[in-house]
């Protein structure tokens, strides 16, 4: 049988550090897969930054078993095309079972870029997720404008959702995992094969170069 992963996608802010909603998504992971045996939690991070460390030592602290840094200049200004393609290859290559994002701006607009990228569906503006017994993610979202909540399966891998943040407190005890750091470059931003709506100079963004 092959590990169950999840793989919760961060976004930092401003200063380049997490916001709360990548934490709150990790501890959550972790909750989902620990009465499972052979899972895996990953982080990935997209973006350029020099100092992990404190972010890891975090991360582990919230259950995560992988953290997973896409690290190039050319990641260092936000670009939804850009950034879409790193997190798909990343994505392609590790198989994770679910895909996590917060519900947040940028969540939101990079979840649906990504589910289009790896022709997968998704959940949006969850507020409660589940493991069931046959290893399927269900999602709770609400519906009838918020009257009603509908639990949603996913028929397709990776099965994707994006939560709103808070949905899911930080507990105060601490998990303290041995985390496994990766760092990699996107096998397009190596060869410099940019897309081709979008590139990034001088940290504008240019559309139909």
């Known amino acids: 049988m092959n590990k169950f992963k999840i793989a919760v996608i961060c976004e930092l802010n401003r200063f380049d550090y997490p916001v709360d909603v990548s934490f709150q998504l990790t501890r959550k992971a972790y909750e989902l897969v620990k009465d499972f045996d052979d899972t895996e939690v990953q982080v990935v991070i997209t973006g350029k930054r020099m100092e992990y460390d404190n972010i890891i030592n975090d991360f582990s602290l919230c259950g995560a078993d992988k953290v997973i840094i896409v690290n190039d200049s050319l990641l260092e200004e936000y670009s939804p095309n850009l950034y879409t393609k790193a997190i798909s290859e990343t994505l392609k290559r590790e198989m994770p079972n679910v ?39 269900e999602a709770t979202r ?34 303290y995992k041995d985390t496994h750091l990766i760092t990699e470059l996107s096998n397009f931003l190596k060869t410099k094969k940019l897309p081709v709506d979008i590139s990034v100079f001088r940290g504008e963004r240019h559309v139909g170069i």
């Open 99 to 137: 895909v996590l994002f917060g519900a947040t701006i940028t969540g939101r607009e990079l979840a649906p870029l990504v589910a289009s990228e790896l022709q997968t569906g998704l959940t949006a503006d969850c507020t409660d997720l589940f493991i069931n017994e046959n290893m399927q993610l």
């Open 142 to 175: 609400p519906t009838y404008g918020g009257k009603m909540n509908a639990v949603i399966l996913c028929k397709t891998l990776p099965q994707m959702a994006t939560v709103r943040p808070d949905v899911f407190k930080l507990p105060e005890d601490k998990i």
